[in-house]
């Protein structure tokens, strides 16, 4: 399992003119929820994108708090900006020692199905990332997903899938996660202008997170 220390200071003032100023400087306005407290912070930009080049919520930060003490956090969330694709807001989630947590996890598949090496189907892939629970110390990196045995016109549901110890999906069972069509049914569904649904959802923002936004307008 991965984990990353960054440094952030607290703040006083939340809302559009005083994150704008703090942007100025060189900084990342940030919340902190999901533990005993919420924090208003600001993270240093470069040290930022020094260490996450790409960002996810399975990696377990340890956010030292300048002037105060360490917390074990995820990113629960984060804005860029429309035109300049910046950063501009994060959102951090505390992990408390004896809890167990929620985080998204993306989904590696291996292999080659049979349905394509045999029968020459295509490969779909519908959820690349799933909702999991565990302890801190079992959360882990991606989640291998075998697809050598997916037939054409059959395919693979999150109920099929191997999970590691300790790790639980908050998928429903009967998600897809990949499958295999025959050439002759994508052809006869680009005839009649059909095509694939995406089947993955966004789940909604939880209480915490609005509530700490909301904190963080008013300060």
């Known amino acids: 399992m991965e984990k990353i220390a960054l440094a952030v200071e607290k703040r006083d003032q939340g809302g559009k003119c ?28 470069q040290e930022f994108e020094r260490k996450f080049k790409r960002i996810s919520e399975n990696v377990l930060i340890d956010l030292a708090i300048k002037g105060g003490d ?11 900006d429309k035109v300049r694709g910046t950063l501009i807001h994060l959102d951090f989630y505390e992990v408390l020692k004896g809890h167990k947590l929620r985080a998204k996890v993306p989904l590696k598949l291996e292999g080659t199905p049979v349905g394509v090496r045999i029968d020459k189907g ?6 690349y990332q799933m909702e999991i629970e565990c302890e ?5 990196e ?17 109920r099929d899938l191997q999970l590691p110890a300790g790790v639980v999906s908050h998928e ?48």
Do not use: F
């Open 18 to 45: 005083p994150n704008r100023r703090l942007r100025a400087t060189g900084k990342i306005p940030a919340i902190m929820y999901g533990g005993k407290e919420q924090l208003m912070l600001a993270v240093d930009r």
């Open 122 to 127: 295509l490969l779909e892939t519908h959820l």
């Open 136 to 140: 801190p110390k079992d959360l882990p």
């Open 70 to 80: 360490s917390r074990e956090v995820l990113i629960k969330d984060y804005q860029k």
């Open 142 to 158: 991606h989640i291998v997903v075998d697809i050598t045995g997916i037939a054409v016109n059959h395919s693979l549901h999150v």
């Open 172 to 219: 429903s069972p009967d998600t897809v996660v990949a499958l295999v069509l025959s050439t002759s049914r994508v052809e006869g569904a680009a005839e009649v202008g059909g095509g694939p649904v995406d089947a993955s959802a966004v789940p909604a923002a939880s209480a915490q997170k609005v509530e700490a936004r909301a904190q963080e307008k008013k300060k």
